[in-house]
């Protein structure tokens, strides 16, 4: 009996720092890390021609040490209802927020008030962006509206806390924080949301020069003519060459730097922008500049993010909590890298519609997994937490869990297709419309007037959505297919109100 007594003092010495006293070591943990505006292409672990030249190496920890999906797909591709649709599992007209400047119902149910019912612990940090005092939480310090990239104002409980320095790296800070003094006899749930890589991108002081004898390889449609579809794509107001402004070009700094941080920021971009301005490009010239300036911001803020991310799963493992931690990586959509000459989001087109997820969970993922054959989407995200923790799922819940696929299952009735549907009319000229994709041919409706259009695109054939096929004789079986299921999954998901 003495020998048992030291052995067991030995391991709960030996323990991790504040960590032998975990409560329900067999409930998962579960860090859900988001951000805003993260394109696949810009995420190494997805290939693609920036891996080498901008590579993600703590996100790519991710999924090698467990699962990437390849066909995560947004129902709504915008900021805030796509977190609205994380947070009820329900579409965008259910759970009332439809698009950016609506105000979300904190009263429904949402993931985290079922969590907390379920014992958990629960924590929000970081961008928030419903327009609503989050509820659900245990703890919450979230950035107002859209937030900025230096200096940040945190609505921390309900008060208003200013905090100096990189927005992702406070972000980072924080969540490390709250982990460090959580209350340790509970599992938890924790919401670590980004703003970065939303514009406008204002990239961090220590990575300023970053990328400056690099030239980013051009997408193959930045000079698209949107020609071969229908009028839709040509009313847009999300250009490279024409839209950007000069506060996301940084022409024009958006935050509200200390002199010491304006000091620093101003020396690095100003004789750039004097040098461009003097040089007064056109045409071609110009697009190509703006387009420099623009991903290599873009990438610029990623990279912070990408050390963030790496700061939290080093928490993890030092502390002996890696093992008994569902991780998830996902952003709110995909997001325009010059593609079809274009910034921002919105479409249902694949830059848009596909989003990173990532998933580690050691002991039930299978390090180094990739699902590129099953349709998921952020409508999951609820019900999979769920199902990890071993909590009830509600039934009016529109997602299904993708547990099984972690666990490297392949149920027989996963869903074939998948609807999705944009609401902000006009937003950066982007049309009301809805469609369906079964992974190889989509099926888009622009239902108002004047536009009253319908695409039909081949993904196999015509990866980039240049060509609609819509009314050809070659794809009638396949068209009539897509307008059956479009109803039909209309139908399902309750879309009941007039378009």
């Known amino acids: 009996m003495r020998f048992l007594f030291f052995i067991t003092l030995l391991l709960c010495v030996s323990a991790p720092p504040h960590e032998a006293r975990s409560a329900e070591p067999h409930r998962p ?171 406008r991108w204002e990239p961090a002081l220590r990575h300023l020069e970053w990328l400056d004898d690099v030239e980013v390889p051009e997408p193959p449609t930045l000079f698209d003519d949107y020609s071969g579809r229908s009028s839709a794509a040509i009313g847009h107001a999300m250009g490279i060459a024409d839209h950007m402004g000069p506060h996301r070009l940084m022409l024009q700094y958006s935050s509200k730097h200390t002199p010491e941080q304006l000091a620093k920021f101003d020396a690095y971009y100003r004789p750039r922008n004097e040098a461009y301005l003097e040089a007064d490009l056109s045409g071609e010239e110009r697009t190509r500049w703006h387009y420099q300036r623009f991903i290599k911001n873009y990438l610029r803020c990623v990279r912070a993010v990408d050390e963030n991310v790496g700061r939290v799963l080093d928490y993890l493992d030092e502390h002996g909590l890696a093992e008994n931690t569902l991780v998830i990586y996902s952003s709110d959509q995909g997001f325009y890298l010059g593609e079809h000459g274009w910034f921002d989001k919105r479409w249902m087109y694949e830059e848009s519609l596909r989003t990173p997820l990532l998933a580690r969970w050691p002991g039930v993922i299978e390090p180094g997994s990739v699902d590129d054959e099953h349709i998921v989407s952020n409508l999951d995200f609820a019900e999979t937490v769920l199902d990890a923790v071993g909590a009830p799922i509600p039934d009016d819940m529109q997602g299904r869990s993708f547990l099984p696929l972690l666990k490297g299952e392949s149920p027989g009735d996963w869903r074939q297709t998948f609807y999705y549907h944009y609401y902000e009319a006009g937003g950066h000229g982007v049309p009301l419309h809805y469609g369906v994709t079964d992974g190889r041919h989509k099926l888009i409706r622009f239902p108002q007037e004047p536009l009253d259009a319908w695409e039909l695109f081949d993904l196999e054939k015509d990866p980039r959505e240049l060509r609609s096929v819509f009314g050809q004789p070659d794809y009638a079986e396949i068209q009539a297919g897509l307008e059956q299921e479009l109803e039909r999954l209309r139908r399902q998901y309750q879309v009941d109100q007039p378009e």
């Open 29 to 199: 943990n579960i860090l859900f890390l988001f951000t805003d505006d993260h394109a696949t292409q810009a995420l190494s672990a997805y290939g693609g021609p920036l891996a080498e030249i901008a590579p993600t190496p703590h996100l790519d920890r991710i999924a090698e040490e467990g699962m990437l999906f390849r066909k995560c797909y947004v129902t709504n591709s915008l900021c805030g209802p796509s977190r609205a649709v994380v947070l009820t599992g329900k579409y965008s007209h259910l759970n009332g927020f439809r698009q950016n400047g609506d105000t979300f119902d904190g009263s429904q149910q949402t993931l985290p008030k079922l969590l907390q019912e379920a014992g958990y612990q629960t924590a929000m940090i970081g961008k928030w962006h419903l327009g609503s005092t989050p509820t659900g939480f245990d703890h919450y310090e979230v950035l107002k509206g859209q937030g900025q990239y230096y200096n940040p104002l945190l609505i921390t409980n309900g008060e208003n806390v200013k905090h100096t320095g990189y927005t992702t790296d406070i972000i980072g800070d924080r969540t490390l924080e709250w982990l460090e003094n959580r209350d340790r006899d509970k599992p938890f749930f924790l919401m670590s949301q980004h703003k970065a890589p939303h514009g």
